[in-house]
């Protein structure tokens, strides 16, 4: 059974820096993309950025020049580097996998982590 674990979250002030975590693992055949997702109390999930199996990222304009997503393929694990945080980037931030899982006819799905809160303090 496929399953994503985000790990890093946390409390920091304005201008501080942290590094999120997730691992994928349970039965997978491949991984297309995988990426971060957020959501702030009263808005709506938004995506903060994306990686496919080539490295070709995708990023929300709010995060460019920011946050940078890498994942180690060797270890089904992405990584968001977030550098200069702002007190509006406090959300749940959700980890997302787009892949192929190692079950008969290899059938793909998206999979969602638990998320892990990031609080940033003005």
């Known amino acids: 059974q496929v399953q994503l674990v985000e790990s890093g979250g946390g409390l920091v002030q304005a201008g501080e820096s942290l590094r999120l975590s997730c691992a994928a693992s349970?039965?997978?055949?491949?991984?297309?993309?995988m990426g971060w997702y957020r959501q702030a109390p009263g808005n709506e999930r938004e995506l903060v950025a994306t990686i496919d199996s080539g490295s070709n990222t995708n990023y929300a304009d709010s995060v460019v020049g920011r946050f940078t997503i890498s994942r180690d393929n060797a270890k089904n694990t992405v990584y968001l580097q977030m550098n200069r945080l702002k007190p509006e980037d406090t959300a749940v931030y959700y980890c997302?996998?787009?892949?192929?899982?190692?079950?008969?006819?290899?059938?793909?799905?998206?999979?969602w982590g638990r998320g892990t809160q990031v609080t940033v303090s003005s």
């Open positions: 349970g039965g997978i055949y491949s991984i297309l993309s």
């Open positions: 997302n996998a787009d892949l192929h899982s190692r079950t008969k006819s290899y059938p793909r799905g998206i999979y």
